[in-house]
């Protein structure tokens, strides 16, 4: 009795196994819930699975990658800023820099094209340093003094930024800044000018050692400098958020340029007078022979100063201003 419930129960569990085979040969596999693809002898094929996967209909995974795309597209992520650089003008910078990606190193790093020119803001410049100047200029001894001085600056770079902390809340905002910048800086200042209440309308000063005088107290001379640079840079910044995307940035690093500023020194003729062994002879005159000794003593002067000079081939970069990120 017990061998034929045995065989009675078998036959009912592999007979209509076998008819659904039967039945359903002709049928094409099709994609099971968990990405593998039942054959028609009941095993499991992988492989199959793996090439059908392109031609199947997208599955709950994809649409939640998907999903998860549309929630962070890449223009998150886009900044722009505005602001003050100290040594070039009115700054500005495009870049990106997105702290929600869930990759680490992703997430830390920005790029950034910045630039900056003196150009918008010109005037106001002029006048604040013609405040600062006053109307009789500022004593640089030697009895000489500088007055209306004009200044004019810009720069362009491309910045790779690095923030170790991430989107870490108010440590995220710093950065480690390194790039390349190129850029200009141009100075002229007016040496001495007319001067009131020297008697004998007279005004001497010195060179290197040489007393020169113009007579009729007028003094039109000029000096100045060229600072054309170019070189890698390294500084450090902070991105401080206010709100809604809002923040306010800080740059402050140096340009390593091999190349320091030009100083220039225009002393003109008309009316100098050089100090020869006690008696005072004109330099004024065509071919005067005298002109190219007042050369030579320029030369000398701005030798001396030039040396001092290029040591300093750090240019400094400091900025402030509002960005948004969207």
């Avoid at 006053?134 to 491309?158: Q, R, T, Y």
């Avoid at 902070?238 to 030009?262: C, E, M, P, S, W």
Wanted: hydrophobic share 40%; proline share 3%; glycine share 12%.
């Amino acid at each position: 009795m017990k061998k034929i419930s045995i065989f009675t129960i078998l036959s009912v569990l592999t007979v209509p196994a076998f008819a659904e085979e039967a039945e359903t040969t002709d049928i094409v596999p099709a994609e099971t819930s968990t990405g593998v693809v039942a054959t028609t002898d009941g095993s499991l094929d992988t492989d199959k699975a793996l090439g059908d996967s392109a031609l199947a209909e997208p599955t709950v995974i994809d649409e939640v990658v998907a999903t998860e795309r549309e929630k962070m597209p890449f223009w998150r992520g886009f900044q722009i800023g505005a602001g003050i650089s100290a040594t070039g003008g009115v700054n500005g910078f495009i870049g990106y820099a997105n702290k929600d990606f869930d990759s680490f190193w992703a997430k830390r790093f920005g790029v950034r094209l910045d630039f900056a020119t003196t150009s918008p803001v010109k005037s106001t410049i002029d006048d604040g340093i013609e405040s600062i100047l006053g109307d009789e200029g500022i004593d640089i001894g030697d009895g000489l003094s500088v007055n209306n001085l004009n200044l004019s600056a810009k720069h362009f770079a491309a910045l790779l930024d690095f923030y170790p902390f991430g989107n870490t809340w108010f440590l995220g905002g710093w950065r480690l800044t390194g790039g390349y910048y190129m850029g200009e800086m141009h100075a002229t200042a007016n040496i001495a000018g007319e001067i009131d209440g020297i008697s004998g309308d007279v005004y001497e000063f010195e060179l290197n050692g040489t007393q020169f005088r113009y007579t009729g107290n007028s003094v039109h001379g000029s000096a100045g400098f060229d600072w054309d640079y170019r070189g890698p840079y390294i500084g450090t910044g902070f991105d401080i958020g206010l709100f809604a995307g809002l923040k306010i940035y800080l740059d402050a690093g140096v340009v390593f340029t091999n190349r320091a500023a030009q100083l220039g020194l225009d002393v003109p003729f008309a009316g100098l007078e050089i100090n020869q062994n006690g008696t005072w002879e004109s330099v004024e005159g065509e071919n005067n022979p005298l002109q190219s000794v007042v050369d030579d003593i320029i030369a000398d002067t701005l030798s001396d100063a030039q040396s001092d000079l290029d040591d300093l081939k750090f240019y400094p970069i400091v900025k402030l201003g509002f960005m948004y990120r969207f």
